[in-house]
């Protein structure tokens, strides 16, 4: 739930814990998108992939975010909404060139990538990989906290490369143990509690709500943490899991579309700023209820896909055939 304008008026009224509890949240992001990442490299870094594979994943995911983009422009334009503010058209026909879902372009980035990373590192040394290791997480996580992006900034592709190659290393080195579990507790609350001790001294007593603390090296090494904590338990199956897991990505490309943005939080604002419980109550059902509704849109658009990926199957097949002449 978008809590900028809230928080901005609880800082401006100085009711700075107030402001800091209604940006609780912001921190979450970009340790579940480290921890994403790294699930990404646990799994895939130890395989070969070739060029041809990994271009039809990425192609796979920008036909997606496309589907998305073209829809909601042809709402926008419906219904009259402003096209020329903040590059709306270019940021709907070209979302990945203008930057409109760094994620997504960082991630379709990685897998286009992913044949070269993966043969680069294979055959390297538990000290050479940890030497690289140290290299990017300095380069990609700690210079972007201190405003240097000379390598990558602290949304983008280099903090996208650490963290799979952070999620290969564990797959490659680290033996599943107890001590797994211990050890990803302390990183994960350790971090945690810098993150969230940094952020209230920038809005308590600085009076600033745009800190960096919870991006970068902090939330990387938190996402660890958590990393470590769940690959110690046994691997399950849930069917219902797997397949409301499908479609989640989905939830944040239409909720991060330029066109949906501003106006779906425009339903979503709550006035009352002192009552904190009751407003992150609400933004809890809130989310809940964009989930649902943005699930059920993806299972729309899958039925679509397939409907056209059928069609295009028996297109080939019917040019493959060939005409039995009868003398």
Known sequence: MEQRGGSDAL??????????????????????????????????????????????????????????SILFFLVAIYLKMPLKENYS?????????FNHYWFVTAYILLMLFLPYINRAVANLSRSRFIYLLVILIAS?????????????????LGILI????????????????????????????????????????????SKNRYTNIYTGFFALICSLGLFLIFI????????????????????????ENIFVLT???????FSNTTNLIKMNFYGFIAVLGIMTVCYFMDIGRSIIFKVISIILNRHKLNKREVPIKIN
């Open 232 to 255: 110690t338990f046994k691997a399950h199956f849930n069917g219902v899991i797997n397949q409301v897991a499908k479609h989640m990505f989905a939830v944040y490309l239409i909720t």
């Open 11 to 68: 800082i401006a009224n100085n009711q700075l814990s107030d402001a800091f509890y209604s940006l609780f949240y912001l921190p979450l992001g970009d340790i579940g998108v480290y921890a994403f990442v790294m699930i990404t490299g646990y799994y895939l870094g130890s395989k070969e992939y070739d060029e041809k594979r990994t271009l039809r994943k990425a192609v796979s995911i920008y036909t997606q975010l496309y589907f998305y």
């Open 89 to 97: 058209i270019w940021k709907s026909i070209m979302p990945l060139t």
């Open 140 to 156: 990609c996580s700690i210079f972007p906290l201190i405003n240097n992006n000379v390598a990558s900034e602290s949304v983008g």
């Open 263 to 269: 106006k779906m939080w425009n339903y979503f604002t």
């Open 162 to 205: 650490t963290a799979y190659l952070v999620g290969l290393y564990i797959r490659k080195f680290v033996k599943k143990s107890n001590w797994n579990y211990l050890i990803g507790i302390v990183l994960f609350v350790v971090n945690l509690a810098i993150i969230y001790g940094k952020m209230y001294y920038d809005i308590v007593f």
